[in-house]
């Protein structure tokens, strides 16, 4: 099994942060399941979007939201195991070219919530690469806090859509969860985005 | 397939912003007048199960969605489905249905015949039409089931109502 992402420099739960406190106007959509975990420890807030489930379902809940508030910038945030299962659905994005999403996966090159088991991008599957190929015309790898601090006003502000792949550390981290009741996540997502009267 | 016209009519009324599709003969009609419909985003699909959560993600912005598709695509959505269920997103789709009259592909009869009751193992409330004169009847009471009473809400088109399929043979 691969090691090098256990020496990766940067780490999610820092990127994570940096990432949300970039804009505080940014809406975030993030997948199953670890980056749920680092956008709750950045500030768990009602304009976070946790799934829980729906693996695969990251990207294409970000596109419904980008496609339906054109006018705020939406970004995606989730991991390589994810991404690979809905990976089609950067095609779809590239097809609808929305300038307002931005999509980061943060690749440990691990399945973290079944046991730490390496995904395909630990040997050979290039994220960046796939997205490129598949329509993405802003696309990037990102390995270490110079280029995150140099890709930060593309990822928050260029026009999009834009993808990068941010390599992350394979490590243990504690679970910081944020509520798993569903209808109260999209009920506060909903308020703080249309106001008390979209309940 | 004049139907597609009365659904277009339902979802024209509804206020509907995004429709997500996978391409398909029997909503072929309804497809091109949603992608020639300056107000309707059109959202082209690589598998079904994108369709639920562009759904999921649209309501979260404020904006109703509704998905066009076939029944052999009712198989990808189950796992994604789990994401209306649980987190109580109105959704709305109207599904061509295949395997159920004259169908000449018995690879379309496994799904096909099991649409009905997938949907409903997943939490779907589904209502079926097999008359045209019907369809746009139907056709607003599956939105207004969906955005108004807020449930996950799906019509199945017969296919009795779609040419039939032959491939010449």
């Given amino acids: ?199 | 397939m004049e139907w597609g016209d009365d659904i277009y009519k339902a979802i024209k009324e509804a206020g509907v912003g995004q429709v997500a599709y996978v391409p398909d003969a029997g909503h072929k009609r309804l497809i091109n007048a949603c992608i020639d419909d300056n107000d309707i985003k059109a959202v082209s699909l690589t598998t079904e199960e994108e369709g639920i959560a562009l759904s999921a993600g649209a309501w979260l912005g404020g904006e109703k969605c509704v998905m066009l598709m076939q029944s052999s695509g009712v198989g990808n959505c189950i796992n994604m489905l789990s994401l209306i269920e649980t987190c109580r997103f109105p959704f709305c789709a109207f599904v061509t249905m295949r395997g159920q009259w004259h169908e000449f592909n018995p690879w379309q009869m496994p799904m096909g015949t099991t649409t009905k009751q997938a949907l409903q193992t997943a939490g779907c409330l589904v209502d079926e039409v097999e008359d045209p004169s019907d369809v746009g009847a139907k056709a607003a009471a599956t939105i207004h089931k969906a955005f108004v009473g807020q449930q996950s809400s799906v019509l199945l088109l017969s296919q009795r109502m779609v040419p039939i399929k032959t491939f010449g043979k």
């Avoid at chain 1, 980056?35 to 500030?43: E, I, M, R, S």
């Avoid at chain 1, 979007?49 to 990251?58: I, N, S």
């Fill in chain 1, 1 to 199: 099994m691969s090691k090098r992402a256990e020496s990766f420099p940067l780490h999610r739960r820092e990127v994570a942060k940096t990432l949300l406190n970039a804009r505080d106007d940014l809406l975030v959509v993030t997948g199953l399941g670890s980056t749920n975990w680092d956008f709750t420890a950045a500030g768990d807030c009602a304009r976070i979007f946790p799934l829980w489930g729906a693996m695969g379902g990251a990207v294409p809940t970000g596109l419904g939201l980008a496609l339906a508030q054109p006018t705020k910038r939406v970004l995606v945030a989730t991991g390589d195991g994810e991404m690979l299962m809905g990976i089609g659905a950067l095609a779809t994005v590239a097809v609808q070219a929305p300038k307002n999403l931005a999509i980061c996966v943060f690749d440990n090159e691990r399945y973290g919530e079944t046991g730490m088991q390496t995904t395909h991008t630990a040997s050979v599957a290039d994220l960046a690469l796939t997205a490129q190929g598949l329509g993405i015309k802003n696309t990037g790898t990102i390995t270490d806090e110079g280029e995150l601090n140099a890709e930060l006003d593309t990822i928050v502000n260029a026009d999009g859509p834009v993808f990068r792949t941010i390599k992350v550390r394979a490590e243990p981290l504690e679970f910081v969860l944020p509520s798993k009741d569903g209808v109260h996540l999209k009920n506060r997502f909903r308020a703080e985005l249309l106001g008390p009267e979209a309940l």
